[in-house]
């Protein structure tokens, strides 16, 4: 059951990668990424509800658990998804799933450091040929491929910064459910944080708002599968 999870993961994030190359390229990400998180507020709220209203299991609260899926909100949502659209609009889908491959790599840093937990020389060759891969599948200089050496550079940092987001945000929530097996009321507070953190940095409301007033349905919806996947 874990592999078949994990598949299912692979399979959504390719499916967001893809959908969030023409969503960049019809609307702002400034704008766009407002739709994406409300989306992460209401999809995981709504799962909440049908599966409180299913279980048997009564509604337990914990603090801890809370705050941590809070940060684990602003650290792998706010950051690590919002540096995923300027990543994959500079770099291209495959080339920034190339990217997300290393985040594994990360989540062992993050959990060595966060949980204690230690690296032992297998997890240190997983991550060198992480690494190995990641840098044999770059396309040379000249290449026909091969992107502006100053649109690579950015690039490449938004990626790091996506996967290092991603995987320290997943070790995070993953220690908050230790404590608290809400999965679903947790996403719901991680999404909320990072909507809060995004509504805190955004300075031009007036070109947000004309932004999504202009944007048709097809691009809405573009967003909201990014936020869904």
């Known amino acids: 059951m874990g592999i078949a999870y994990a598949l ?3 399979l959504a994030f390719a499916t967001n990668i893809v959908i ?3 969503a960049v390229a019809r609307l702002p990400v400034e704008a766009g990424f407002f739709i994406v998180l409300a989306t992460n507020v209401l999809f995981p709220a709504a799962l909440f509800g049908a599966e409180l209203a299913l279980r048997e299991a009564p509604y337990g609260w914990n603090w801890t658990g809370a705050w941590m899926f809070a940060v684990g909100g602003v650290i ?3 950051l690590g998804r919002r540096f ?5 609009k500079l770099l291209g889908p495959s080339r920034a799933s190339v990217f997300h491959s290393t985040s594994p790599a990360f989540a062992l840093i993050a959990a060595w450091l966060l949980a204690g937990e230690i690296l032992g020389p297998y997890e240190i060759a ?3 040929v992480v690494w190995l891969g990641l840098w044999l599948t770059q396309p040379r200089r000249g290449s026909v491929h091969a992107l502006a050496p100053e649109v690579m550079r950015k690039g490449f940092a938004a990626g790091l910064l996506t996967v290092a987001g991603f995987g320290f945000g997943n070790v995070i929530r993953g220690i908050a459910m230790r404590n608290w097996e809400e999965a679903a009321l947790g996403t719901v507070l991680a999404s909320v944080a990072a909507l ?3 509504v805190a940095v955004t300075r031009n409301w007036p070109r947000i708002a004309v932004q999504l007033r202009s944007a048709d349905r097809t691009t809405v919806l573009l967003y909201i599968g990014c ?3």
Do not use: E
């Open 8 to 10: 299912l993961a692979m």
């Open 20 to 22: 969030t190359r023409y």
């Open 76 to 78: 792998g949502t706010f």
């Open 84 to 88: 995923l659209f300027d990543a994959v």
């Open 126 to 128: 997983l991550m060198a």
């Open 196 to 198: 809060a953190c995004q």
């Open 227 to 229: 936020g869904v996947f």
